[in-house]
C-alpha cells in the first residue's frame, strides 16, 4: 500500500490522545447505540451500523446474547416486532456519566466501563426504573465511526 494511503488510513481511525477527548467520542457512540437501540421507532440501520461484524455480547441473565453483528440484529428485529404493538413493555437505558471510565485500547479503538440503568413503561404509561447494571464495552475506531465489537452486561438488579 502506497504511504499516502497509509497515512490516510491512520487518520481516518485515529484515536484520540486526551483523554478527554476520547472519553468525549466514547460516550458519544454509547449515547448514539443506546438511544437508537431503545427508540420505541426501532432504528435497525443506526444499530446495525455501530456493530462490528464479529460482534459478541455476554449477559449474566441472558448468557451468550450473540456471537456475530447478524445474530444480534435478527434478535433485534424480533424484538421490535413485539414492541410494537401498543400495550408492549418498552424500555430505556441511561448511562450513570459519574460512572464512566473509558480507556484506550492502542491500534484499535477504547474500553468502556460504567453503569446503567434501565426504565421501562408499558404502552404509553408512567415511566419506572426497573433495574441497573454494570456493563464493560470494547468500542473499534474505524473509518466509519465507532463500532461496538464486544459487550459483557453484568451485575443486574432490579430496583427497590
Do not use: N
Amino acid at each position: 500500500m502506497p504511504a499516502i494511503a497509509l497515512f490516510i488510513a491512520a487518520v481516518a481511525v485515529a484515536i484520540p490522545a486526551d483523554p478527554a477527548a476520547l472519553r468525549a467520542e466514547v460516550q458519544a457512540a454509547d449515547d448514539r447505540f443506546f438511544t437508537a437501540f431503545f427508540a420505541s421507532s426501532c432504528q435497525t440501520d443506526t444499530v446495525a451500523a455501530m456493530l462490528s461484524d464479529d460482534f459478541e455480547m455476554y449477559h449474566d441473565k441472558g448468557g451468550v446474547v450473540a456471537t456475530s453483528a447478524a445474530q444480534f440484529m435478527a434478535d433485534y428485529a424480533r424484538t421490535c416486532a413485539a414492541r410494537a404493538l401498543p400495550d408492549a413493555w418498552r424500555s430505556r437505558r441511561e448511562l450513570a456519566p459519574e460512572s464512566l471510565l473509558v480507556d484506550p485500547v492502542p491500534g484499535l479503538g477504547a474500553i468502556e466501563d460504567g453503569q446503567h440503568r434501565f426504565y421501562e413503561r408499558r404502552g404509553d404509561g408512567p415511566e419506572r426504573l426497573a433495574g441497573t447494571a454494570q456493563f464493560t464495552q470494547l468500542w473499534e475506531k474505524t473509518a466509519t465511526g465507532w463500532k461496538l465489537k464486544r459487550v459483557f452486561s453484568f451485575a443486574h438488579r432490579a430496583a427497590p
